[in-house]
């Protein structure tokens, strides 16, 4: 499958955005999927995945209740929408298929940049 995110920007602390995941190749419904983010010097790190036993949910401690992630299988897109954004939050944003936390693939998309100003 192939995934292309989009959505980020410059938002100032307080604000939401709303990322877009388009997949090919594979629809989305095939996989468990992700959100990832990249600060700069820091890891990759888990954010938020959709199951598709039912649909289910789980989310880093560090984005609940103010993240969720969501899926639309006819427009085969998975969405992260971000409220109360904080500047912590800045980071490149990647989705992926998932197994858990944890990516299928090893390859990634270009990402899209988020970035929240205080």
């Known amino acids: 499958v192939q995934l292309v995110e989009s959505g980020g920007g410059l938002v100032q602390a307080g604000g939401s955005l709303r990322l877009s995941c388009a997949a090919s190749?594979?629809?989305?419904?095939?996989?468990?999927m992700g959100w990832f983010r990249q600060a700069p010097g820091k890891e990759r790190e888990f954010v938020a995945g959709?199951?598709?036993?039912?649909?289910?949910?789980r989310y880093a401690d560090s984005v609940k209740a103010r993240f969720t992630i969501s899926r639309d299988s006819a427009k085969n897109t998975v969405y992260l929408q971000m409220n109360s954004l904080k500047p912590e939050d800045t980071a490149v944003y990647y989705c992926a298929a998932v197994r858990g936390t944890e990516p299928l693939f090893g390859s990634w998309g270009q990402g899209t940049q988020v970035t929240v100003s205080s």
């Open positions: 190749g594979r629809t989305v419904s095939s996989y468990a």
């Open positions: 959709i199951y598709w036993n039912g649909g289910g949910t």
